[in-house]
């Protein structure tokens, strides 16, 4: 996203995603939050789009953020379903199939009211559907509730991506992914919710029934590659970079429980995070020991 061919290749694959979407311009515009002049200008290629706007464009019209900006880097380590030879498409859908609909309405639904709580006629009554076509792309609510599961997969993937790729310093890159991790904004306490009950219900089902492991380690690979990073520039103390991220990724889950079920606030979080960070991974600033 930094040179004229980049921002074409972007614009040409923005107008891709929001006609196979089937909005218009103004519903899209308004979706991301800014001008639909801007919008326009954005999708001819004269004007940037911006890390927020990549987002809501790609949260709208259902495509990810590194399919838009043709990435091919590493800032974040790709999930299962996203790699070459899954069953999920990271361009735009073929069609305008009801299917994202309903995954995006069950996966608000389960994250405000609870998986329990939450039946299939309450998904149908809020998507204007028809219990039996929610029953046509999902057998029943366990799958669906997977699908809000991948739902929030994309959104903290395409998140990294839109976000992390421009910061160059290990230290502040580190710091943002933690954030962008964290039950922090209604959006990501709404991933947590779905994240806090999927560990509720592995804890009395087969993980192995679940992509969620394969998902978590592909977050811990993120959180590796990240102190590698550091690591390799000396802004990181050496040590064992996987058991760093496992005791980093289990303190930041602890953390976030917390913080989802009122226990700490987002102050005392970010204190928290901050000091664990000072005192095991990262070396200390000379400028700031001088002081």
């Given at each position: 996203?930094t040179?004229?061919?980049?921002a074409g ?8 995603a929001?006609?196979a979407?089937?909005?218009s311009?103004?519903?899209v515009?308004?979706?991301?939050g800014?001008?639909?002049t ?7 290629g ?7 706007e990549?987002?809501?464009?790609a ?14 880097s ?5 999930p ?5 030879g899954s069953?999920q498409?990271p361009?735009p859908?073929p069609?305008?199939?009801p299917?994202?609909?309903?995954v995006?309405?069950?996966?608000d639904?389960?994250a ?5 709580t939450?039946r299939?006629?309450?998904?149908a009554?809020a998507t204007?559907?028809?219990?039996a ?6 057998e ?7 699908a809000?599961?991948?739902y929030s ?5 395409d ?5 992390l ?6 230290r ?23 994240w806090?009950?999927?560990w ?5 089902e087969d993980?192995?029934a679940?992509d969620?492991?394969?998902n ?20 990181f103390?050496?040590?064992?970079s996987?058991a760093?991220a496992?005791?980093l990724?289990?303190?930041?889950d602890?953390?976030g429980?917390k913080?989802?079920?009122?226990i700490?606030d987002?102050?005392?979080?970010r204190?928290?995070?901050?000091s664990?960070l000072?005192r095991t991974i990262v070396?200390?600033?000379p400028?700031?020991?001088s002081?």
């Amino acid at each position: 996203m930094t040179d004229r061919s980049e921002a074409g290749g972007t614009a040409r694959r923005a107008k891709d995603a929001l006609r196979a979407s089937n909005l218009s311009q103004r519903q899209v515009a308004a979706s991301i939050g800014i001008d639909e002049t801007k919008l326009s200008k954005s999708l001819t290629g004269r004007r940037r789009f911006g890390a927020e706007e990549i987002l809501g464009l790609a949260t709208a019209t259902g495509v990810t953020v590194r399919w838009l900006l043709g990435d091919e880097s590493q800032v974040s380590a790709t999930p299962p379903r996203f790699l070459p030879g899954s069953d999920q498409r990271p361009g735009p859908a073929p069609d305008s199939s009801p299917r994202r609909l309903i995954v995006e309405t069950a996966w608000d639904l389960f994250a405000r009211h609870g998986y329990e709580t939450v039946r299939i006629a309450d998904i149908a009554e809020a998507t204007g559907l028809s219990s039996a076509s929610i029953h046509y792309y999902f057998e029943g609510k366990s799958e669906l509730f997977e699908a809000t599961l991948d739902y929030s997969v994309k959104l903290a993937f395409d998140r990294q991506i839109a976000w992390l790729d421009e910061i160059r310093s290990p230290r502040r890159r580190l710091q943002r992914l933690l954030e962008l991790q964290s039950p922090i904004g209604r959006t990501s306490r709404s991933e947590w919710s779905i994240w806090l009950q999927t560990w509720a219900r592995l804890g009395l089902e087969d993980p192995h029934a679940s992509d969620y492991p394969a998902n978590y380690e592909r977050w811990s690979q993120t959180v590796r590659s990240t102190i590698e990073a550091g690591q390799a520039e000396g802004a990181f103390r050496p040590g064992d970079s996987e058991a760093l991220a496992d005791e980093l990724t289990s303190l930041l889950d602890g953390l976030g429980v917390k913080v989802l079920t009122g226990i700490m606030d987002v102050a005392t979080f970010r204190r928290r995070l901050s000091s664990y960070l000072k005192r095991t991974i990262v070396n200390p600033d000379p400028d700031e020991e001088s002081q």
